[in-house]
């Protein structure tokens, strides 16, 4: 059964960094893409970022500069490095992947930016 396993949430003052964490050790495919995805209080679960198999990455535009998604393949990990946090990015963030068609999510980690 594949199981991701998500860590590094917080509570952060603006302006701080985090940096989250989404392992799955019974995955053996290093070719599949990573995915974030957040959902911040009364909204819908949206976009944060990808990387391919290939390394190639893409961001949505509120996190463009300060969010870096990079991924380990020896650990099957992936992470998602954020810097200079603002209060719209308190939301439970979600790792996501897709294998043979079908899509697997962490548990999500909730992310806190508040003074």
């Known amino acids: 059964q594949v199981q991701l396993v998500e860590s590094g949430g917080d509570f952060v003052q603006p302006g701080g960094s985090l940096r989250l964490s989404c392992t799955a050790p019974?995955?053996?495919?290093?070719?599949?893409?990573w995915r974030w995805y957040r959902r911040a209080p009364g909204q819908q679960r949206g976009l944060v970022a990808a990387?391919?198999?290939?390394?190639?990455?893409v961001y949505a535009d509120p996190v463009k500069g300060r969010f870096t998604i990079s991924r380990d393949n020896a650990k099957n990990t992936v992470y998602l490095q954020m810097s200079s946090l603002k209060p719209e990015d308190t939301a439970v963030y979600y790792c996501?992947?897709?294998?043979?068609?079908?899509?697997?999510w962490g548990q999500g980690t909730q992310v806190t930016v508040s003074s």
């Open positions: 996501n992947t897709k294998l043979n068609g079908r899509p697997y």
């Open positions: 019974s995955i053996t495919d290093t070719t599949h893409a």
């Open positions: 990387i391919a198999g290939g390394g190639t990455t």
